[in-house]
């Protein structure tokens, strides 16, 4: 019997269905010679420090450093987790084969070699790589299984990131909270965390400790076009107004006009990075927000594989990309000037294999889902639009600059006119698309002058701006670097701190850990924050550039080129190295922020009146169905999970499709995994009646009661008739496309 072993019921689900093992078991599906299981997230972790020894029970400075002599690996300890796990172990203990169809990625790998390695593995394995969960991919996918061993490297690089999380983390914890933390709350310090909270506190200083310095500038108005003086600012006002009255009333020259046309590029495919920062610039998104959404398209099938650090394609999808431009519904008034033009366009800067690892940049796959949320259609829309943007010509643009003089004093106007909007149509409605159309210029002809309007413009230097999500993402990616050139900041990637996929959870930690909070959109440091930073002297433990080095190590290890025991050896050198420096510096006080929940609830209990605050309010004692450890708290917009500072993110929405939710209809819905018939759902134009499902991956559906002989609202002539998976317009001979999945 094969087995395979998916990341989570969902993808298992899908991979079953299309291999053939189409019986459901407790845990697995089965069929066709395979058995199809799962895990969800972690199932095993590295060993607590009391599982080496009883002296790392307690929290004692003197008994760090914490060095275990060799690493070990546990059954994370959670009952549905051990369940599970029990499951996998019993399989996997009888398989002749094991297919290893975990997330395609470091992490994903790391997860999946865990749980093979604590169960005792001794069957040959082969690996599951694709880049989307299309039936086409995965077919494509089992029919060039790969030999495992071609991934130990990945393994060993991830493997040498949790240990080194583990070492780093484990030993300044409680270095610094043993002697900081004043026996009032945890200081958590991170190998990427710490340098990307400092990245924040030192813009934060550098804005506070800013002095704002006085300059002045002219500039003066003729044919409604802005012309400056040459020279620039001046640090002095008497200066700028003695030439303000030299050519205040003489007549503007026209000199020079220089027009020099130049092409932009369309912009770049998405990587998970760069998208996390368009949808946060664009749509508030947080990062975490973004990384939640296209991880959705992507088990949706609508697009590729998200965690991706490159935006290249390697050649062999060059084939592929008129089939999926055809595909893409709702898009043809943009992919028809590119599928019809003949022969669609080839760039290094979209197609090149030295610049894809593991996988290739996020695209659509060419599917259409009609079940996407508000959030799902938005980022969709921007990944669709990239696609079909690279294929486009260039935007052809003229830069003009226009020389003047006024008496001895030299001016100079400049503007951008497009001259062929190439690949900015795809944009046409969109703001950013248009930005180079302003300041364009008038004609000028050289030796005409007349009167214009001088203006002494009196303005201050300006500090830095506080990082946004979307700011703080690149500076993380280029370790600092302030880099807005897309060919510096692909060179930086491999110095960046954290990875695509971690650098949203480690925003969400810090918010967590309450170092950070955020005013709008800025991301500002608390006092906590700030005092935490400060009080650090290892550069190594704050620095991004330096841990972007550490970060390349990992790198060099994943592709072969360092050995991991050296890795380890240096990172063992400097947990000693920072432990030592902390033992012998002196005493500093840390502001402590209380944790303002906890002074809620106590407060409340105080006057008397817990019961009355639904923040704290428990959902009838409901377990968490995510993480089977924690009770369902009522939030002020949200059921949550009361682990939630644990990493636990489980959230049911009071409102879901624009229909608000009882409590009842919530608690049956975890308890019982469906809910009851809930009326008024608007979808499609039309008022559906249905349940709430929650899936085994604890995403919700709705299964919808449709009424016999309902009138298409699409085309008000059909009328809906059940099909086997699907709710459909009986028009639809005729064009009709209009449906309703059993499960939206």
Not at 286 to 294: G, H, K, Q
Not at 332 to 356: C, H, M, Y
């Amino acid at each position: 019997m094969k087995v395979c072993i998916a990341e989570k019921p969902s993808v298992a689900k899908e991979i079953a269905q299309i291999i053939g093992a189409n019986s459901r078991r407790d845990g697995y599906f089965e069929g066709n010679g395979y058995q199809v299981s799962w895990t969800f997230g972690h199932l095993c972790t590295l060993k607590e420090p009391h599982d080496y020894t009883v002296r790392w029970k307690y929290w004692n400075i003197n008994e760090l450093p914490m060095i275990p002599q060799r690493f070990g690996i546990k059954v994370i300890d959670d009952q549905g987790v051990k369940k599970q796990f029990s499951i996998l172990e019993s399989l996997i203990e009888k398989a002749d084969e094991i297919i290893n169809c975990g997330d395609a990625g470091q992490e994903g790998e790391l997860i999946q070699r865990w749980v093979l390695t604590k169960a005792g593995n001794k069957a040959p394995i082969k690996r599951l790589w694709i880049s989307s969960l299309t039936e086409e991919a995965i077919r494509e996918g089992f029919a060039k299984l790969l030999p495992s061993e071609e991934f130990d490297k990945l393994y060993e690089a991830g493997s040498a990131r949790a240990i080194g999380d583990w070492l780093l983390g484990m030993n300044a914890t409680r270095l610094y909270t043993l002697k900081y933390g004043q026996n009032k709350q945890v200081l958590s310090i991170g190998r990427v965390q710490t340098p990307t909270l400092a990245l924040i506190v030192n813009r934060q200083q550098e804005i506070e400790n800013f002095k704002p310095e006085p300059f002045w500038e002219i500039k003066t108005l003729y044919r409604e076009a802005t012309f400056s003086y040459t020279t620039g600012r001046f640090q002095q006002k008497e200066k700028a107004e003695k030439v303000l009255r030299e050519i205040s009333g003489m007549d503007l020259f026209i000199g020079k006009i220089t027009k020099k046309n130049s092409k932009e590029h369309p912009p770049r495919l998405f990587d998970l990075t760069s998208l996390q920062v368009e949808c946060n610039r664009k749509f508030n998104l947080s990062a975490d927000e973004t990384l939640r959404t296209i991880q959705s398209l992507y088990e949706k099938k609508v697009t590729t594989y998200p965690r991706v650090d490159t935006t290249f394609l390697s050649d062999d999808i060059y084939k592929k990309v008129p089939g999926t431009l055809k595909s893409l519904k709702g898009y043809d008034e943009l992919t028809q000037p590119v599928l019809g033009a003949g022969k669609i366009r080839k760039s290094k800067k979209v197609f090149d294999n030295k610049k894809i690892t593991d996988h290739h940049a996020i695209i659509p796959t060419g599917m259409t889902r009609i079940d996407l949320t508000e959030a799902e259609r938005k980022v969709y829309d921007m990944v669709v639009k990239r696609f079909i943007a690279v294929f486009y010509p260039d935007c052809e643009i003229a830069n003009t600059t226009v020389e003047a003089n006024i008496e001895k004093h030299q001016f100079k106007a400049t503007g951008k006119q497009i001259l062929k909007p190439g690949w900015r149509v795809v944009y046409k409605n969109e703001k950013k698309a248009n930005q180079s159309d302003d300041n364009i210029l008038p004609a000028f002809n050289t030796g005409e002058h007349g009167p214009h309007q001088p203006e002494l413009q009196e303005k201050q230097t300006q500090p830095p701006n506080y990082y946004t999500e979307a700011t703080l993402l690149r500076a993380m990616e280029t370790a600092g670097k302030n880099m807005d050139d897309d060919e510096l900041r692909e060179l930086m990637k491999e110095n960046g701190i954290g990875r695509p996929s971690t650098r949203a959870n480690i925003i969400e930690t810090l918010f967590r850990r309450r170092y950070i909070r955020k005013e709008r959109k800025r991301l500002v440091a608390t006092p906590t924050g700030m005092d935490l930073i400060n009080t650090i002297e290892n550069d190594m433990l704050k620095s991004a550039e330096l841990t972007g080095m550490w970060e390349k190590k990992l790198r060099e290890i994943e592709s072969g080129e360092l050995e991991i025991a050296q890795f380890m050896a240096e990172l063992k050198n400097m947990v000693t190295e920072v432990i030592w420096q902390v033992k012998n510096s002196r005493k500093k006080e840390i502001t402590i922020l209380e944790d303002e929940e906890k002074k809620t609830q106590e407060k409340a209990k105080a006057e008397g009146k817990s019961k009355k605050k639904a923040s704290n309010k428990p959902a009838k004692d409901l377990t968490c169905p995510r993480c089977q450890k924690g009770k369902l708290l009522k939030g002020k917009s949200a059921w949550g999970c009361s682990e939630w500072n644990q990493g636990c993110h489980f959230k049911i929405p009071f409102k879901w499709y624009g229909k608000k939710l009882t409590d009842k209809q919530i608690q049956a819905l975890v308890s019982k995994k469906k809910s009851p018939l809930i009326k008024g759902f608007p979808y499609e134009g039309l008022k559906l009646d249905g349940n709430l499902l929650m899936k085994d991956d604890q995403s919700i559906q709705l299964q919808p009661q449709i009424k016999n002989e309902l009138t298409c609202p699409k085309c008000n002539t059909g009328k809906i008739l059940k099909g086997k998976t699907a709710w459909g317009c009986s028009n639809f001979k005729n064009g009709c496309d209009f449906r309703i999945p059993f499960e939206i």
